[in-house]
Each structure stands twice: as structure tokens, then as C-alpha cells.
């Protein structure tokens, strides 16, 4: 069974900086997606960025960028410039495509970003 | 582009009672999953669908839960009889497909429901 880790529960960042959550993750398949989704208080979740196993470049989305150490299975988001809009819980999902796209998210990381 | 669309947005029921949500996807998503949200959770699969057809329903307790997606369109999910530890937030979400390039899941904003 795939497992998804986020040993942070809670974090705060001073607006304009950077902070990274961390995400760890278990399994034995060697094709799959890995995903940050956004989920700001009372609205919807959002997708905020995807990475491919296959793929060994990082993914990057503006402000956003990824970690992505296959070998120790982690896949931590960098948020760079820390914006208010950014206040929200974090969700690390894993996908395998075998499977007809089953996902299996984390416990989440709520992030605070102060002013 | 109308995003997913899902009612109730809350619901209060009695323990042993009935309850039915709805979920509208995008327009043209063959996929579409519903998860249960516990508070302080991540989002747990119950279902998923590919067009009319259920991929996974492994986490589905059949015992009390029954979804359905006639047509490949609409669909909902029934609790027949409720207990306490329903109470969550119970989100449905689409993809295009299941192909790689297709698999960005967009989500609804949720039914919060709440046994007594």
C-alpha cells in the first residue's frame, strides 16, 4: 500500500519569505505523479503543482518549486516570497497511473504566513 | 469553464438517518472521485469513476454507502443508515482522464456533514 507523509503539522513563514514543507512518501512502483494541493480556509482545493517520477528536473510554478529526491521517496514544496494568499492547508498526493489514477494524500501542513 | 459543482454545502441528520449528496463535474471529465475529509485529515477515496463505470471502490464501507454515475455525468453518493464518525467533509472532484496529461483532478467545494 501506498503511504504519504507530512511530518509538519503546523508552520508559519513571515510574509516576503521562504519556507519549504516536507513530504515524504512509500512505495514500490517506479511510475507515478506526485502532487501539492492547496486548500485555503472554507474554499476549494486547488492543484498547486505536479511532478513525474520519470522526469528528473524539478518541477518549478512561478513561486513554487519542488524537491523531488526519488531515491529517499521525498517531494518537498519551496515557496518562495511568501504571500498572505498563501494561509492555507497543504496536501502531498501520490498517484500511480496503474491503477487508473488512484490517489492517496497526506495529513496535510497548514501554513500560516504572517505579516 | 464552470468548475465542479456539489449540494448540499452542509447538512446536519440525526445518527441512523439517511442522507444523499450531488456532484455536477466539469463538463466533458470522464473521471470522477469522491473522498471523505475527516477534520484534521487528508482527503480519503471512496469511490472513483470512469465514466459510468467504477474503477476503485475498495475503501467504500458497501455496508452504509452506495454511490452511483448514471449517464457518466451526474452523480451521487447516499449514507443509508449514518453514524457519528460520518461526519466530514465529503469532496467530489474530476479529471479529464486517466492518461498522463489528463489525471489534474478539480474539486468541488465539498459537503460538510455533521451526525448527531
Known amino acids: 500500500a501506498q503511504t504519504v507523509t507530512q511530518s509538519q503539522p503546523e508552520m508559519s513563514v513571515q510574509e516576503a519569505e521562504t519556507v519549504t514543507l516536507s513530504c515524504t512518501y512509500d512505495t514500490s512502483e517506479n511510475n507515478y505523479y506526485l502532487f501539492w494541493y492547496k486548500q485555503p480556509p472554507s474554499r476549494q482545493m486547488i492543484l498547486v503543482i505536479r511532478?513525474?517520477?520519470?522526469?528528473?528536473q524539478n518541477a518549478t510554478e512561478n513561486r513554487f518549486s519542488v524537491n523531488f529526491q526519488k531515491a529517499a521517496k521525498s517531494f518537498s514544496l519551496k515557496i518562495s516570497d511568501s504571500q498572505l494568499g498563501d494561509t492555507a492547508m497543504y496536501f502531498c498526493a501520490f498517484m500511480r497511473p496503474n491503477t487508473g489514477n488512484q490517489f492517496y494524500f497526506g495529513t496535510g501542513t497548514s501554513l500560516t504566513v504572517i505579516p | 469553464e464552470a468548475g465542479v459543482a456539489q449540494s448540499p454545502r452542509y447538512k446536519i441528520i440525526e445518527k441512523r438517518q439517511s442522507v444523499a449528496f450531488w456532484c455536477n463535474p466539469i463538463?466533458?471529465?470522464?473521471?470522477l472521485y469522491w473522498y471523505q475529509q475527516i477534520l484534521g485529515q487528508g482527503p480519503k477515496l471512496l469511490i472513483q469513476?470512469?465514466?459510468?463505470?467504477?474503477?476503485?471502490d475498495s475503501q467504500l464501507p458497501k455496508d452504509r454507502f452506495s454511490a452511483e454515475r448514471l449517464k457518466g455525468v451526474d452523480s451521487t453518493l447516499k449514507i443509508q443508515p449514518a453514524k457519528l464518525e460520518d461526519s466530514a467533509v465529503y469532496l467530489c472532484?474530476?479529471?479529464?482522464?486517466?492518461?498522463?496529461?489528463?489525471?489534474?483532478?478539480?474539486f468541488g467545494p465539498g459537503t460538510r456533514l455533521t451526525v448527531l
Open positions: 472532484a474530476s479529471s479529464l482522464g486517466v492518461a498522463a496529461g489528463d489525471n489534474e483532478q478539480f
Open positions: 469513476f470512469q465514466n459510468n463505470g467504477v474503477v476503485d
Open positions: 511532478q513525474e517520477a520519470y522526469k528528473q
Open positions: 463538463s466533458g471529465h470522464a473521471t
